[in-house]
């Protein structure tokens, strides 16, 4: 069985998890409680950046196979 992912479903699925670690990122970065979080708030931030990154890349990829197929 073969899953099928083509590019379309990556940039997708990589939209969704970055748009999902930043707002983690930033409601984790407002908690000012007295319980101690498990989650490293500068990994997460950075990788939510980095996963914003890759998605932008694969727009930019979208956009270049728009241009030069016209």
Do not use: C, E
């Amino acid at each position: 069985m073969q899953i099928p992912f083509d590019f379309w479903s990556i940039s997708l699925w990589l939209a969704i998890t970055s748009i999902t670690l930043l707002v983690t990122a930033q409601l984790a970065s407002a908690y000012d409680g007295k319980a101690t979080l498990l989650i490293d708030q500068k990994k997460l931030r950075n990788t939510a950046l980095a996963i914003g990154i890759l998605f932008l890349a694969t727009v930019a990829i979208h956009i270049y196979g728009i241009v030069t197929s016209t």
